[in-house]
């Protein structure tokens, strides 16, 4: 009796494992094809040539009849779904068939290999485009533009108009204003990390600001910070600032704090004439 339970007990022991084991294994497969499923929409395959991929992938080599009745389409289409798989680099069918009546596709690995030609792709484009991007910004605003006149109250937005700004920009942003205002309003936070997206442009900040404390720590650090800083010693004090561009000037009022977008030929071709006539009459000792 005592060995009867025994063996009762080892039985239920085998079978809860086993099930156990069962829905692990199902689950893992589950997430396996939900993640392959990802990366091939990723690189451009349709949802049948995805069906034929994973299906290849885990019955083996088989030949066109047998992968035809598990897709549910005639062999006709299933010779279109491998061309499509031939032109991602996943098989090798043309090749292949004088030797084999089977299908198979490529090893995993190929499917690596292809992601991450992609993504050095994308990383290449990327470049590219970041660096013809203040060309295409000059093409975009060739002849008379609309003013454009935009009023923003949220940091949110603010911090998303100047990074537009920046990808604008082909050489130099220039700043003029009361540098400590400024500072309070966006926090330092904020500022470091337009410093470090302009730093990583290659865009330099010419800043022409009011006496203030941070004079010296903004003039030591004008080499690695990619800025040229002067200072208005004999300037009347105000409190606002602008940030101005070839196309645009963000005018920024601390107090509310609320800032103030212009696109405008004429009043940008003003105002950038008024930095440049005090950018002489600034020290830059």
């Known amino acids: 009796m005592i060995l009867y339970l025994k063996l009762t007990f080892i039985i239920l022991c085998i079978k809860y494992i086993i099930q156990i084991y069962y829905v692990y294994i199902m689950q893992s497969q589950k997430e ?101 991007m203040p060309e295409l910004y000059t093409l975009f605003h060739q002849g008379e533009t609309p003013t454009k006149v935009k009023i923003i109250r949220d940091q949110h937005d603010y911090i998303s108009i100047v990074e537009e700004m920046l990808n604008e920009v082909e050489r130099d942003i220039r700043f003029l204003g009361s540098f400590d205002d400024f ?56 409190r606002a600032s602008f940030q101005i561009t070839k196309h645009k000037v963000l005018i920024w009022q601390p107090m509310t704090p609320i800032a103030l977008l212009i696109e405008d030929e004429y009043i940008v071709d003003m105002l950038n004439a008024i930095f440049f006539i005090l950018w002489e009459l600034g020290s830059n000792e």
Do not use: W
């Not at 900040?205 to 404390?213: S, W």
């Open 32 to 132: 396996l094809k939900e993640n392959l499923y990802t990366t091939l929409k990723e690189i451009g395959l349709t949802e049948q040539e995805i069906n034929l991929y994973t299906l290849s992938l885990f019955v083996g080599p088989a030949p066109i009849t047998k992968l035809a009745y598990h897709l549910g389409i005639p062999r006709p289409n299933v010779y279109k779904l491998i061309a499509g798989l031939e032109k991602h680099g996943l098989a090798n069918f043309s090749e292949r068939k004088r030797f084999s009546k089977t299908f198979v596709v490529e090893q995993p690995s190929v499917l690596t290999k292809i992601l991450r030609q992609k993504k050095e792709s994308i990383s290449r484009l990327d470049q590219e485009m970041t660096a013809i």
């Open 183 to 238: 500072i309070n309003s966006i926090t330092p936070n904020v500022f470091e990390k337009f410093t470090s997206l302009r730093i990583e442009r290659g865009i330099v900040a010419k800043t022409l600001i009011l006496p203030t404390k941070h004079y010296s720590d903004l003039k030591n650090k004008e080499k690695d910070a990619l800025r040229e800083v002067r200072i208005l010693k004999k300037s009347p004090l105000y």
